[in-house]
Every structure is written in structure tokens, then in C-alpha cells.
């Protein structure tokens, strides 16, 4: 049986969608929502490794891979029932201003909501959704931002969704 999450965003008395992950098998699937409460991309991380980006039109397309060229944005990681320490599923982010005019209101209790009602408009207050193995310990911060709450689903393996704030 599938595993669902959704994380949300609280600010000025309002809940916001942020994205929904799900874990199928030792598959995760980050969804994220446009304004109007649709599936608008998603991030995928497969049971063989392959890690992709979505939208409705298909793949991503970037020139990051080795040929320089426009591609699907595909990469392959560590199979996720093998990470012994992290993973990184994706990262995204929103400029706490910006939330009530690019994010969904919630429709239902969420497993995870992260309140922003006190944090500067001009801060970024991103979530990052990772495979943790064995290995990985609770970490305080990512990329030198604070790590502001964190929540795990368990089944086949465990992914962890972390909040941090991005200040100057």
C-alpha cells in the first residue's frame, strides 16, 4: 500500500499546499500543486536509481548532462533500497511573500505543516525530500540554513522531508 504525505505551509491563518510525496514499493514521488490545486510537476525517484523531473508534457529538458545538450533530465543515483546514508529526492522553495499567491489552499489535514507566519517576507523557505539509509543522523542544517522541522515516512524505506529557512 502506498504511503501519502502532504506538507504544508501556514501563513497568516492560512494553510497552503506544498507538495504531496508519495512512496510506492522503494519508489518516491514528489507532486507538486499549481494555484489551482492541480498536479503541476513531480519528481520521481525509481527503484533502479533513475531520479527525473515532470511536467504534463513530459520529461524536463536541461543542458546539464554530459553531452551539453537539451535532454530529458535524467540522472541515476543509488538505488533506494540501498542508500546507506542520503539521498536527495528534490528541493524546492518559496519566497515566504510570494506563498499565498503561487500555492493552493490546503483541502485536507496535512501530515506536516510548517508555520510561516513569523518568518520575513524576504526569507525562502524551502522543503527537501531525501531517502535516508542507516547511516544518516538528524542533521541541523542544510547547505548552513537551519533545519526548521523534519517528518519520516517509513515503509520499504524511509524518506525524510525537511523544512529550512534561506535567509541573507
Known amino acids: 500500500m502506498d504511503q501519502h504525505a502532504t506538507i504544508s505551509v501556514r501563513t497568516y491563518e492560512r494553510l497552503w499546499a506544498a507538495i504531496n ?31 527525473h523531473a515532470k511536467t504534463e508534457n513530459g520529461f524536463v529538458r536541461w543542458t546539464g548532462g554530459p553531452s551539453g545538450c537539451w535532454v530529458p533530465m535524467k540522472q541515476f543515483r543509488t538505488a533506494p533500497a540501498k542508500v546507506d546514508d542520503r539521498e536527495q ?22 501530515e506536516m505543516v510548517v508555520d510561516a507566519s513569523n518568518f520575513s517576507d524576504a526569507s525562502i523557505l524551502a522543503l527537501e525530500v531525501s531517502i535516508v539509509g542507516p547511516s ?33
Request: with cysteine; net charge negative; aromatic share 10%.
Open 89 to 110: 529526492v528534490s528541493t524546492v522553495g518559496w519566497q515566504v511573500s510570494e506563498i499565498a499567491f503561487v500555492l493552493p489552499l490546503v483541502p485536507n489535514p496535512s
Open 21 to 51: 510525496v508519495v512512496i510506492r514499493e522503494t519508489n518516491v514521488y514528489v507532486n507538486y500543486f499549481a494555484r489551482d490545486g492541480s498536479k503541476h510537476c513531480h519528481t520521481s525517484y525509481h527503484e533502479s536509481g533513475q531520479r
Open 136 to 168: 544518516a543522523g538528524a542533521r541541523p542544517e542544510i547547505t548552513g540554513f537551519p533545519v526548521l522541522q523534519r517528518y519520516r515516512m517509513h515503509d520499504k524505506i524511509i524518506v525524510e522531508i525537511e523544512a529550512f529557512l534561506l535567509t541573507e
